[in-house]
């Protein structure tokens, strides 16, 4: 990929909203409930997410950490004042953090996570389910929820930051039938009913039921769930 100081727009807000609505459509709902600068950062964010999530799925963990890396020097090009690689999602990350420069910290934060990950894969072997392997995937689902919370309001509180991750953390305890995710996401969906509504976006993704709900059940489950407050 080449860099080049004044790069033309190689994709639109439009295009990756689409783009996550194609991909994960449950978090692109969600984003419906945001402002519009907040929902075009959530969306840049979590199609972030999905390029470092693909890292962990590469052949060899070497592989995928050459890809992290690429991106931690994106993000570093990004923060400071030279040019940016010319990659579409690249420009829109440096276009939403334009004046929003607090998001670089968090998001390195969100980087670092999947490389402790990938630390595991190469020392292991591959991926080790339970014990603390599996808190590391827990981790980052941790960082990223409070990345899409800071995303919505700069000026969220770190208790209400730290219960947008229990819940994000829970949610993937169920997914990995962990011993303990029962009370993780009953423990965590309470704390989450004292959020304030302008993080709700962030949350509203893990109220929708699973596999087989009609788009109507969807859409209405969580139109529900942002007024309840309650997943």
Avoid: C
């Amino acid at each position: 990929m080449s860099d080049t100081a004044n790069p033309p727009s190689l994709a639109s807000t439009d295009d990756f909203d689409a783009r996550l609505k194609r991909t994960d459509e449950d978090r692109w709902l969600a984003t419906r409930y945001a402002p519009r600068e907040g929902r075009e950062r959530l969306v840049a964010l979590y199609l972030l997410n999905q390029e470092l999530h693909r890292t962990l799925h590469t052949s060899e963990a070497m592989l995928g950490k050459i890809r992290l890396q690429w991106w931690r020097e994106t993000v570093g090009q990004i923060a400071g004042p030279g040019p940016v690689r010319r990659h579409d999602l690249a420009e829109e990350l440096a276009r939403i953090t334009r004046m929003r420069p607090d998001l670089i910290a968090p998001v390195n934060a969100l980087i670092d996570r999947f490389d402790d990950i990938l630390d595991d894969h190469l020392h292991a072997g591959g991926h080790q389910p339970g014990g603390d392997h599996e808190t590391r995937h827990l981790a980052v689902e941790g960082a990223m929820m409070k990345l899409a919370g800071l995303a919505l309001d700069p000026a969220a509180s770190p208790q209400h930051l730290a219960a947008l991750a229990a819940v994000g953390e829970a949610r993937i305890a169920v997914a990995a039938d962990l011993a303990d995710a029962g009370s993780r996401w009953t423990a965590a969906t309470k704390a989450a009913r004292q959020v304030p509504s302008v993080l709700w976006p962030a949350l509203l993704h893990l109220s929708l039921p699973g596999e087989g709900a009609t788009p109507f059940q969807r859409r209405w489950r969580m139109f529900r769930a942002s007024l309840s407050r309650k997943l």
